[in-house]
């Protein structure tokens, strides 16, 4: 129930739960990936890019998602420096946004 309130608070606060996917996106790729660019950059005007990114980790070895170790994955993604890793993590980012899409989910 945790990971469910955690992700619901973020998608909420990031206004993923007030979006209208445009209707020709699901036959325009290029019209999809605009949309999706638009995700991203609200995810960041949010500021709720690690909670996000946080919600759905699980870190190797631990066995189910809690918000101790979210709050720990949050600060983690927080403080990436590395140039490649923001790019692996940006990339995660947008995954997990077209997961959300196509999934019709809003938590």
């Known amino acids: 129930m945790a990971q469910d309130i955690w992700l619901t608070r973020t998608v909420r ?27 991203v950059e609200r ?8 909670d996000l990114l946080a919600g759905v980790l699980v870190p190797v070895g631990v ?12 600060m983690l993604v927080l403080d990436l420096v590395d140039d490649e890793e923001k790019k692996g993590l940006l ?9 959300f899409l196509s999934s019709g989910r809003s938590s």
Do not use: Y
């Open 13 to 39: 606060k990031a206004g993923l739960d007030q979006v209208n996917v445009p209707t020709n996106a699901a036959k325009d790729d290029a019209v999809f990936q605009q949309f999706l660019t638009s995700l």
């Open 43 to 50: 995810v960041f005007a949010a500021d709720v890019v690690g």
């Open 63 to 74: 066995p189910r998602w809690t918000t101790a170790h979210a709050e720990e994955t949050k």
């Open 91 to 99: 990339s995660l980012l947008a995954e997990i946004l077209q997961h």
